[in-house]
């Protein structure tokens, strides 16, 4: 087999402290660069203005939208996840001496997306094992619901013009925007912090998918995710939930609050499948 050209990406992998209040914080990796030619095989959704969901009065109504706005973008993540899965799969049953070149660029490449070192001689079965657990798909509604919680719905500020919906900060002066919510933080606090500006929604939402499923922190919810795989069992947001405690510093307290949310919120994403039918 020929030796695979080296596939480089540019990816920044900055493990740092972000925070989505005063008494709110989580750990992220920011995901940017150029856009990967194995994970992303076809285009994403066409991307839609952000809607103005204040101007939506009825919750109900606004919760809806909000859902059947994000999830186009969630489900287009889960299925390129499935399919890096699946050739995953396919790969760990073929020799190694029978790999293509694309097979390999294929494995740098989401030993990138997903930070995942190979092996120096060739990825073995222990690196195949971790690439599965992270190369899983994350239920629409934990996403949505995370969104939901962050974002206050959509409404703000940082939602709206900057389309991040995760609360997703940095800490350099200039790095992105400086919401209301902000100034009079960065006024009593030695830390300066900024809204991270996203591109698209999609561009939003594909930082915290890759976020969950390669962040350490995160290591519990995809045990969980990976026990429900063996065991035959769907993987629901209200089980993997229990896996995100190290996403905010109000640990079991915020499981509990996204889980109520989620039990909450059912209709909403029942209402949006129905719409999408």
Not at 93 to 116: A, G, H, M, V
């Amino acid at each position: 087999m020929k030796k695979a050209t080296l596939f480089f990406l540019t990816f920044i992998f900055s493990f740092s402290t972000f925070a989505n209040s005063s008494d709110n914080f989580k750990f992220t990796f920011n995901f940017s660069g150029k856009k990967v030619k194995y994970f992303e095989s076809v285009p994403p959704p066409a991307y839609q203005p952000h809607p103005n969901f204040k101007e939506i009065y009825d919750i109900r109504e606004k919760r809806k939208a909000f859902a059947l706005y994000l999830k186009p973008y969630i489900d287009y993540l889960n299925q390129m996840t499935m399919n890096a899965r699946n050739r995953l799969m396919d790969l760990n049953q073929k020799p190694f001496s029978q790999f293509t070149q694309n097979d390999s660029l294929f494995l740098r490449e989401i030993s990138q997306l997903f930070s995942l070192p190979i092996p120096t001689n060739k990825p073995n079965q222990t690196w195949f094992d971790e690439a599965l657990s992270k190369v899983d798909i994350i239920p629409p509604d934990l996403i949505i619901s995370q969104a939901g919680i962050d974002s206050q719905w959509g409404e703000l500020n940082m939602a709206t013009a900057a389309y991040n919906y995760f609360a997703v900060y940095c800490e350099t002066v200039g790095c992105g925007i400086v919401p209301p919510n902000l100034i009079r933080e960065n006024e009593t606090s030695r830390n300066h912090k900024e809204a991270v500006i996203f591109k698209s929604p999609y561009h939003a939402i594909r930082t915290h998918y890759l976020n969950l499923n390669a962040n350490s922190s995160y290591r519990t919810m995809r045990q969980i995710r990976s026990d429900l795989r063996r065991s035959g069992k769907p993987i629901t947001a209200i089980e993997i939930a229990d896996g995100l405690i190290n996403y905010s510093i109000l640990g079991r307290e915020y499981v509990r609050q996204l889980k109520t949310m989620l039990n909450y919120s059912q209709v909403y994403w029942l209402d949006g499948e129905e719409n999408n039918s």
